[in-house]
């Protein structure tokens, strides 16, 4: 942020439960005040950090407003690493360049669109956001290899002609 003005935009729910939503709950309010000090105005859109309750009318609107997506998972926790990738295709499908945690499924996904915007540590993050920071053509880059990816590969016809073929194999 002292090198180029940037605002961070978080769409999640704003509560959840701990413990395999079983026991408790967490506040993404106080993790984001935890992690970017004393927020003051949270939910204001002049805010370095604007948090918003995950709702699906909102989502595209929120995410066309911003010029990248990043999606960081706990590299320590074996359940976010093991999700798949359909938020990353979600961001795809509105060309959105999307810079992820190296996961499994995020890093074949990557790897199937031809990009490169997996992290595996900090040295990584830094330098592909910063990248995508400055260049304006890199993310229009990035964000159609995604959109052209997620046409291609995670389009409903795509998946519509995997079950098609399951159930004739099962027929057969």
Same mark, same amino acid.
Request: hydrophobic letters at 40%; charged letters at 25%.
């Given at each position: 942020?002292?090198?180029?003005?940037?605002?961070?935009?978080?769409?999640?729910?704003?509560?959840?439960?701990?413990?395999?939503?079983?026991?408790?709950?967490?506040?993404?309010? !106080?993790? +984001?005040?935890?992690?970017?000090?004393?927020? !003051?105005?949270?939910?204001? @859109?002049?805010? #370095?950090?604007?948090?918003?309750? /995950?709702?699906?009318?909102?989502?595209?609107?929120?995410?066309?407003?911003?010029?990248?997506?990043?999606? #960081?998972?706990?590299?320590?926790?074996?359940?976010?690493?093991?999700?798949?990738?359909?938020?990353?295709?979600?961001? /795809?499908?509105? @060309?959105?360049?999307?810079?992820?945690?190296?996961? #499994?499924?995020?890093?074949?996904?990557?790897?199937?669109?031809?990009?490169?915007?997996?992290?595996?540590?900090? +040295?990584? /993050?830094?330098?592909?956001?910063?990248?995508?920071?400055?260049?304006?053509?890199?993310?229009?880059?990035?964000?159609?290899?995604?959109? !052209?990816? +997620?046409?291609?590969?995670?389009?409903?016809?795509?998946?519509?002609?995997? /079950?098609?073929?399951?159930? !004739?194999?099962?027929?057969?």
């Amino acid at each position: 942020r002292k090198k180029t003005p940037i605002s961070l935009h978080i769409i999640t729910d704003l509560e959840h439960k701990k413990y395999m939503n079983r026991i408790g709950t967490k506040s993404m309010v !106080q993790e +984001a005040r935890h992690l970017f000090g004393d927020v !003051q105005h949270l939910f204001n @859109a002049d805010s #370095p950090v604007c948090l918003y309750q /995950w709702n699906i009318e909102m989502f595209s609107r929120i995410v066309t407003n911003c010029d990248l997506a990043v999606i #960081p998972l706990d590299p320590r926790n074996p359940m976010a690493m093991g999700k798949p990738e359909n938020k990353l295709v979600l961001f /795809w499908r509105m @060309a959105m360049p999307t810079v992820v945690t190296a996961s #499994p499924s995020y890093v074949r996904a990557m790897e199937i669109c031809g990009s490169d915007l997996y992290c595996r540590n900090n +040295a990584d /993050w830094h330098e592909k956001l910063e990248r995508l920071i400055g260049d304006s053509a890199a993310r229009k880059t990035a964000a159609m290899l995604g959109k !052209q990816c +997620a046409d291609r590969v995670y389009s409903e016809e795509v998946y519509l002609g995997q /079950w098609d073929r399951l159930f !004739q194999s099962v027929l057969q």
